[in-house]
């Protein structure tokens, strides 16, 4: 049972474009929505989080977009750069629950120059 | 990050021995997990520990067994290694009450 769906699997994107992965989750439990950046080699390291409060958060070039009724979040990276290509994962959690992250199954994104 | 190392960074062995895979924090976090990252499947949780005394089975942990020798050290073994457990092994941390976890490098298990 898949509790968070990403899509999509893989996105090229040219240099300057936006780059948008979607995930969509199941568990109205579910509190806490988190994204990590996975680059080769690496472990993943959080880029960016929202609670469902809030629609939306920016940091920089990177915005989540949360749709509470729905049940839908997405990614968006403003101005892609080369420096972006990397493997991104969704996850959520249920912060009263039994505090896992849940995680979908990740998008590699190019971004060519 | 340095914070989190896991030893060794890259492993291959033959099927049917028994391997052990260790994780060392030195962020003073009391929860540590085990996650297995396979191309196409992202990240699956195999065991979990809050605490020292504190060891729970995520999703896949058939063929999994741990060990939290103290708040710093959570180590995985398999106790007789097949070759789909062939994948990319991390090892992460988070604080009490703290969302955020933190990943260790990596190992690379190949199981021939």
């Known amino acids: 049972q898949q509790q968070v769906k990403q899509s999509p699997q893989s996105l090229i994107v040219q240099k300057g474009g936006i780059s948008i992965i979607n995930c969509a989750y199941e568990?109205?439990?579910?509190?806490?929505f988190p994204w990590y950046q996975q680059f080769p080699g690496k472990g993943p390291a959080l880029l960016i989080a929202?609670?469902?409060?809030?629609s939306e958060k920016k940091e920089g070039r990177f915005t989540i977009s949360f749709n509470k009724s729905a049940k839908q979040f997405s990614l968006h990276i403003m101005d892609s750069q080369p420096g972006d290509s990397a493997t991104y994962f969704c996850?959520?959690?249920?912060?009263?629950?039994?505090?896992?992250?849940?995680f979908g199954k990740g998008t590699k994104l190019t971004v060519n120059p | 990050d340095a914070d989190v190392t896991q030893t060794p960074r890259n492993r291959i062995t033959k099927t049917g021995k028994r391997i052990m895979l260790e994780c060392s924090q030195t962020?003073?976090?009391?929860?540590m997990y085990w996650y297995r990252q396979d191309p196409g499947l992202g990240l699956r949780l195999i065991y979990y520990s809050f605490d020292v005394k504190d060891i729970n089975k995520g999703e896949i942990s058939d063929g999994y067994s741990v060990s939290r020798q103290a708040q710093a050290k959570f180590s995985l073994s398999l106790e007789s290694a097949i070759p789909n457990q062939t994948a990319l092994y991390f090892c992460?941390?988070?604080?009490?009450?703290?969302?955020?976890?933190?990943f260790g490098p990596g190992t690379r298990l190949t199981v021939l």
């Open positions: 962020k003073g976090h009391d929860r």
């Open positions: 992460a941390t988070s604080d009490l009450g703290a969302d955020t976890q933190y």
């Open positions: 996850a959520a959690k249920n912060q009263g629950g039994s505090e896992k992250l849940v």
């Open positions: 568990n109205t439990a579910f509190d806490y």
């Open positions: 929202i609670r469902p409060d809030v």
